[in-house]
């Protein structure tokens, strides 16, 4: 019987197992925050990995607010229900979060009752809280808030408790930093993009031709002075028609190339030549962007565009100006300099734009003042001094002036390495934000395009569909009611209740004139001030019409004027309305009651019966359905209570007398609370034809799988790509994490007693153990030696590994004459790999053979075990089903590879499994 561990012992394997999962949670937070976890989640995270690993009852996270003299309880693990994100703390030196804010510095505190520096707050009474930890949570200008940890039992802190929640407030500091800079280039990206939006409005109500584009150049739609640009006396002489053709033939591939990236989700300018309808040659400029669903897919193409003739040198010139300083502003990788506390620059490496330029010489070995000017000298080294002390920073940004113009960068500093003091080393990337930069001197520079580009921001649109009563909002529109965007849009008569009651009737004349006089009315009317706030709001309502004329959905805009309104400045916008074009159903509609009158019809039923509207409405369904018995009808009628659509062959008779073969789909719709019929006719003719084009489409179905197993094959290479490229992070982001916390102890090592170095050796060990997984988490991703050595190596190396965890008996025959293509060798180790890991979940095996035959025709790959088996047709059809994914990847490999996949498994103890995999070799492959 072993001896018991002496006290001292126990103490310190307790400390060191303290030291280990401290150390883990760490690393797992860094890890989340790298993949991009939100804010919130990450706190969460944070809180209660400090209540776990400090062995607490309570933590969290208190936000600084912007008045400055509160905090926020906006994470939390222990405290009353209710108080997370409504409960406050002074941040004043009277409470301990805010005495902590305020000494900047960690505060421990052993017992709250007797504490002298501070009293409180109430909150941690309530909570009868007796010990507690607190550090600051720094941030980008100012703190971001305080870290707290609390025990309802008195407790001494240690330097490692301390270390390790200063740890956790840096992985949050940074995380907030980095999500805080995002979150400005996101409204700034989306401030670009609401000034595009506003200057189409602008253009639609000049002088400009603005027309939508399908993706084949079909010209969807058209304004009056585009259907005059290119000579057409109406829009049915133009619509409908592919633009390509009068495109002057030079630039008809600019165009075309044009049209294809708008449908990729760019947008762009293009001058181009055309020759109108009757001869007259233009220049021209377009302004192409992608014009957008309610879904967020690419509906057309948008395009603005203006005669550059009288001005077109002038304006050549500025275009070309422009596109060279956007081609130079694009995408710029980082300046990276290695510096110390002082300045001085070890490593210099310019971006690939400026390397021409800029000589490294010109800097190594000088100080950043000497080469730099004296402002952006100041703010770099300012940021290096609050990276020495909080071991990062993130922000501050300068301008140089560079050979190419005057750039503006963004910083991000890191210590390099474990060294303190005076022989720090940093690492300081300096990340091109010209563009951003530029953008806002744009922004604020062109007075004509800033003001309604600015405007813009705040106009939300809608769209009420009169066959459906049903509408939808945009997001800016549920924005300026206060709305969450996840809800559906009110109804016509929950939104006349947001509005003043004296100006209630506005909306519905203003949809009156719009629907009857084809009007486009703005109104302006307040808002319903037993809601809230009343506001003045400014809105533009369009009747949209099919080309039958018929008025199908009523569309419009609205802003918030109220600042405008109370300013008496009475700036009138033009409102952008997007009309969408709708083609002619190819099928005849009827809508009729349960005794069959006909109530409606489309413009297709007309025309293929050979009556008129007003005709047809005279008639009831028996005057047209010869194939099926008016009773029988009637039955399946009424069938249609249960609310089951159904289909129904027969015949009707035309005016003429002839008659045709029609598939009737037939279903249930409600018009102002009354159930009717509504009736969806095909003509089935032409049904015999359609097997030809069956039999093509058959084909076109081969050639696309085979595509498929192309495309399969190409995944499957991006997932070994991945796979390297995840190794290769989770090698340099956890393997730096921990490398730094091995360094940290190192240092404390040599500041400590010869029992502590002790303890501290163990810790250090614990902390080689981490590192070891991480590498062979980074080698079972994609092991390297698969490239360098073959596929031998790594099979043996892979067997090995789960030899040593499982226990088996492993008898290799590896027959391999040479080396195997890249592809063939990574599908045979997937697949060994892939049956080693599901042997060691479920066969329970002793023994396991592995097998490769490799002759000039063929490879044979043969995985077997002496585990309990299965049903190799029930797996099988798991498999196929997706039930099984491991078997269904492996066989998917294998047969992407060109080769066949077997399995060969019965149920009971011994019976085991065999997998076989045969490649076809058409020439030995050379190494």
């Known amino acids: 019987m072993p001896s018991p561990l002496a006290p001292d012992q126990r103490q310190t394997e307790r400390l060191l197992t303290q030291r280990a999962r401290q150390s883990t949670a760490i690393a797992d937070l860094g890890l989340r925050a790298l993949e991009g976890m939100d804010l919130q989640s990450l706190m969460?995270?944070?809180?209660?990995?400090v209540v776990e690993t400090l062995e607490v009852e309570m933590c969290k996270v208190l936000e600084l607010l912007p008045e400055g003299d509160k905090l926020l309880l906006c994470a939390g693990v222990g405290w009353h229900a209710g108080l997370l994100g409504q409960a406050t703390v002074s941040a004043g030196i009277e409470s301990q979060a805010g005495y902590t804010l305020q000494s900047q510095h960690p505060v421990v505190v052993s017992d709250l009752c007797?504490?002298?520096?501070?009293?409180?707050?109430s909150l941690l009474f309530e909570h009868e809280v007796v010990s507690g930890l607190s550090v600051v949570i720094f941030g980008k200008d100012r703190p971001f808030g305080v870290l707290c940890a609390h025990t309802t039992r008195q407790r001494l802190f240690t330097e490692d408790d301390i270390h390790f929640l200063q740890a956790v407030a840096h992985v949050l500091a940074t995380a907030i930093q980095r999500r805080q800079s995002d979150a400005k280039l996101q409204a700034q990206s989306a401030t670009l993009q609401a000034s595009e939006v506003r200057l189409r409005a602008i253009f639609d109500s000049g002088p400009e031709c603005v027309k939508?584009?399908?993706?084949?150049?079909?010209?969807?739609?058209?304004?009056?002075?585009?259907?005059?640009?290119?000579?057409?006396?109406?829009?049915?002489?133009?619509l409908g028609r592919c633009i390509y053709p009068l495109v002057a033939p030079k630039h008809r591939a600019d165009f075309q190339m044009l049209v294809e990236r708008v449908f990729r989700g760019e947008s762009g300018i293009l001058e181009f030549e055309i020759v109108g309808l009757k001869g007259t040659r233009r220049r021209l400029e377009t302004h192409a962007s992608p014009l957008r669903g309610s879904n967020g897919r690419i509906i057309s193409q948008l395009s603005i565009t203006r005669d550059v003739g009288p001005r077109r040198r002038a304006e050549e010139g500025l275009r070309l100006a422009y596109a060279q300083l956007t081609a130079t502003m694009d995408a710029l990788p980082d300046w990276m300099f290695e510096v110390d506390t002082t300045g001085r620059i070890f490593d210099f490496r310019a971006s690939p734009l400026d390397r021409p330029s800029v000589q490294p010489a010109k800097f190594l070995g000088k100080r950043l003042c000497e080469v730099l000017p004296a402002e952006a000298a100041q703010i770099i080294g300012d940021a290096i001094q609050k990276a020495d002390s909080l071991g990062m920073y993130w922000g501050g940004t300068y301008s140089l002036d560079l050979p190419r113009g005057k750039c503006w960068f963004e910083l991000s500093i890191a210590r390099k390495g474990q060294s303190l003091g005076a022989d720090s080393r940093f690492v300081l990337l300096a990340r091109d934000i010209t563009d951003r930069i530029r953008i806002e001197q744009e922004l604020r520079a062109s007075r004509a395009s800033l003001e309604e580009a600015q405007a813009i921001a705040s106009l939300g649109s809608w769209q009420f569909d009169t066959d459906r009563l049903v509408g939808t909002w945009s997001k800016e529109m549920f924005r300026l009611f206060d709305r969450d965007p996840s809800e559906k849009a009110p109804s016509f008569e929950e939104y006349l209740e947001t509005i003043h009651p004296e100006d209630r009737h506005l909306l519905p004349e203003a949809n009156a004139r719009a629907i009857q006089n084809d009007e486009k009315p703005e109104i302006v009317y307040r808002t319903n001030p037993a809601l809230g706030p009343m506001r003045y709001l400014s809105g533009r309502v369009q009747a949209d019409r099919d080309a039958h004329g018929r008025v199908f959905q009523l569309a419009g805009t609205l802003r918030d004027v109220t600042k405008l309104k109370l300013a008496d400045d009475a700036l009138r916008e033009s409102e952008k309305r997007f009309r969408v074009l709708i083609d002619q159903a190819a099928d005849s509609m009827f809508v009729h009651d349960f005794d069959g009158k006909l109530l409606d019809v489309n413009r297709s039923a007309c025309e293929s019966l050979g009556y008129s509207r007003d005709e047809l409405l005279t008639l009831s369904v028996a005057d047209l359905e010869t194939g099926v018995p008016d009773k029988a009808l009637r039955e399946k009628w009424e069938s249609l209570q249960s609310g089951t659509p159904f289909t129904v062959n027969g015949r009707h008779r035309r005016k003429d007398g002839t008659e045709f073969p029609v598939e009737v789909r037939v279903g249930l719709i409600e018009a102002g609370g009354v159930h009717l019929i509504l009736g969806l006719v095909r003509d089935v003719t032409e049904r015999k034809h359609a097997e030809a084009e069956r039999q093509r489409l058959y084909t076109e179905l081969r050639i696309a799988l085979e595509r498929t197993q192309s495309l399969s094959r190409e995944v499957l290479t991006a997932q070994e790509t991945e796979r390297s490229q995840i190794a290769r992070e989770l090698h340099d982001e956890i393997g730096q994490v921990l490398t730094a916390v091995s360094l940290k102890l190192h240092h404390l090592k040599s500041c400590c007693g010869e029992e502590s170095q002790r303890e501290l050796d163990a810790g250090l060990s614990l902390i080689d153990s981490a590192i070891n997984e991480v590498r062979d988490m980074s080698l079972n991703l994609r092991p390297p030696m698969l490239d360098v050595l073959g596929l031998e190596p790594t099979i043996r190396w892979c067997v090995d590994q789960h030899r040593e965890l499982a226990g088996w008996q492993v008898q290799l025959d590896l027959r391999l004459e040479s080396r195997l293509s890249p592809n063939l060798e990574i599908t045979c180790f997937r697949v060994v790999q892939a049956a080693l890991t599901n042997i060691a979940r479920h066969a329970k095996a002793s023994q396991v053979d592995?097998?490769?035959?490799?002759?000039?025709?063929?490879?044979?790959?043969?995985?077997?075990d002496n585990g309990v088996g299965f049903n190799s047709g029930e797996i099988q059809q798991r498999s196929e089903q997706g039930g099984s994914f491991g078997l269904s990847a492996m066989r998917q490999r294998v047969e992407l590879a060109g080769g066949t996949f077997r399995i060969d498994s019965s149920p009971g103890f011994g019976r085991g499994t065999t997998i076989r995999a045969y490649f076809p070799l058409l020439a030995a492959t050379p190494g």
């Open 850 to 864: 592995i097998e490769i035959r490799h002759s000039e025709a063929e490879l044979e790959l043969v995985v077997s």
């Open 114 to 121: 007797s504490e002298d520096r501070f009293h409180g707050p």
């Open 44 to 49: 969460d995270r944070a809180v209660q990995a």
């Open 212 to 238: 939508l584009l399908a993706a084949d150049g079909t010209l969807l739609e058209m304004n009056a002075a585009g259907l005059s640009m290119i000579e057409a006396d109406s829009a049915e002489q133009a």
